[in-house]
């Protein structure tokens, strides 16, 4: 089945303690991307990548990091959390870039407390 | 920059009723690519329709509509005959690739409830 699967789904951690969230998809997809949920805001881009070991920013990068060494996956890396970044996350990949149809994975509930 | 407007935050109407969902976008390109996705209560992100740039023309899938006009730079959907099972969170989102960046921008939401 093809799917884009994230872990954990649900994290309550605490202020600067590191964290990844990871992302893989079995799809062969070249595009991936990170993004944040929170009401009223919508979901905001956090990095993407276009192909392994290529990756960039989004709108909202800052306290995040991400690496691309295999096409599959693309793990979400918060080294020093804070509590702004309690949200809800999605991974999403897609065929090529960002012209085409994300497939999203089911989503990581982070709390920072 | 690019930015995606959905005023509408959150929509009301009783089944059956038709209901529209506005989205306005803003990009300096030439080409882009409009997209509206669907999270239903669940929390997933369900892709529904994808449309560049070129492309004016209106399309139709079953209930769901989307009309697209560069004049007003807007993408709206409507849904026709309303069911319960629409009730969502709606995103409209905007692509603008580049070559060397691709970045898709999504507006903040239009929250539909549809009661009996």
Not at chain 2, 14 to 36: A, H, I, Q
Not at chain 2, 63 to 72: A, L, V
């Amino acid at each position: 089945e093809a799917q884009v699967t994230q872990n954990p789904r649900y994290l309550i951690t605490v202020t600067g303690k590191k964290l990844t969230v990871t992302c893989s998809q079995n799809m062969n997809h070249e595009y991936m991307s990170w993004y944040r949920q929170d009401p009223g805001l919508g979901l905001r881009q956090i990095y993407y990548s276009m192909n392994v070991e290529v990756t960039d920013k989004g709108d909202v990068p800052e306290g995040y990091k991400v690496s691309r060494k295999e096409k599959r996956n693309f793990p979400l890396i918060l080294e020093s959390p804070s509590p702004n970044q309690t949200s809800l996350y999605f991974c999403a990949s897609s065929y090529r870039d960002s012209r085409y149809e994300q497939y999203f994975g089911p989503g990581t509930r982070l709390t920072v407390t | 920059a690019q930015k995606v407007t959905q005023a509408q935050t959150e929509i009301s109407v009783v089944e059956k009723e038709d209901v529209t969902l506005d989205c306005v976008y803003e990009t300096r390109d030439t080409t882009y690519y409009l997209f509206w996705y669907k999270q239903p209560p669940s929390g997933e992100l369900v892709f529904l329709i994808r449309r560049n740039s070129f492309d004016e023309q209106n399309e139709i899938s079953g209930r769901y509509s989307w009309n697209f006009q560069k004049s007003t730079s807007s993408f709206n959907f409507t849904i026709t005959a309303s069911q319960v099972v629409d009730s969502a969170v709606y995103f409209c989102a905007l692509s603008v690739n580049t070559g060397t960046a691709s970045k898709l921008t999504f507006g903040t939401g239009t929250r539909l409830q549809v009661t009996l």
